[in-house]
């Protein structure tokens, strides 16, 4: 899949949003005009909000790109977006503030959750007792859809503390799984769609990372996750 952006791959723009945007709605079975969309979750949502994270651009994520090509790209879709999330936050952070995120009266809610269940140990029936009374108080309120971007894989370059973490999320992953498709929504598992592409980078050059910190991604990391998201919603071809 193309990056649209950055305009150095021999194509127009034009060209680009056609290739892009043939896949019109009726294969977005998720999204429907008007749609009020919230990203939530933790710091893999929300990004690095240091001075330097901004100036080396990790406080832009993967919803930040996922919201902006929407944006330009499917105007006629008048979708609203809005990004809630908050680094450091576990479920019960998420259920304590699910108020904040009912104001908005969303239709579609994308997600990550769990990696700082994980971290602080979490019990997984704790979780998802949070994570089910999260969602009901969000689908009472008009939530239509659940979506939780999760799947984490390790990839070329993630120090051993990463793997460590990333693996311990996936009991949490499997949980919200199950709890969202309960409730008519899905997981978008991204490791299928990241780590090719990550790997194929580390071949071009041996130090090449989709990490900035710990479990957090550069830039490009969070250009391939929005890859990802937007090809699984039927916005992107592989």
């Known amino acids: 899949t193309l990056i649209i952006r950055d305009g150095r791959d021999g194509h127009s723009e034009s060209e680009k949003y056609h290739m892009h945007t043939d896949l ?3 294969n977005s079975v998720t999204f429907q005009s008007s749609d009020r969309v919230l990203f939530e979750g933790d710091s893999l949502t929300e990004g690095l909000k240091n001075n330097y994270a901004r100036q080396m ?3 832009q ?6 919201d902006e090509w929407l944006f330009t790209h499917r105007p006629e879709m008048n979708l609203e977006f809005k990004n809630l999330a908050v680094g450091g936050n576990s479920t019960r952070n998420l259920l304590a503030r699910a108020d904040d995120a009912i104001t908005f009266n969303p239709t579609v809610v994308l997600f990550t959750m769990g990696t700082n269940d994980a971290i602080i140990g979490l019990s997984p029936d ?3 007792a949070n994570l089910i009374a999260w969602c009901d108080r969000l689908h009472s309120a008009g939530c239509r859809t ?3 971007v999760g799947g984490f894989p390790p990839c070329p370059n993630a120090d051993a503390g990463t793997s460590a973490i990333l693996e311990a ?3 949490y992953d499997a949980v919200t799984k199950e709890v969202i498709e309960v409730r008519g929504g899905f997981q978008i598992n991204v490791a299928a769609y990241l780590l090719p592409r990550a790997e194929a980078l580390a071949l071009k050059w041996k ?3 989709i990490y900035s910190s710990g479990v957090h991604y550069n830039a490009l990391g969070n ?4 890859g990802a998201v937007l090809t699984r919603l039927g916005f992107w071809k592989e």
């Open 169 to 171: 999320c996936k009991p």
């Open 61 to 66: 994520t993967w919803a930040h790109r996922v």
């Open 126 to 128: 704790e979780f998802r």
């Open 24 to 26: 019109r709605t009726s």
């Open 146 to 148: 659940f979506i939780h």
């Open 207 to 209: 130090d090449h990372t």
């Open 223 to 226: 250009e391939l996750i929005a």
């Open 57 to 59: 651009g990790w406080d």
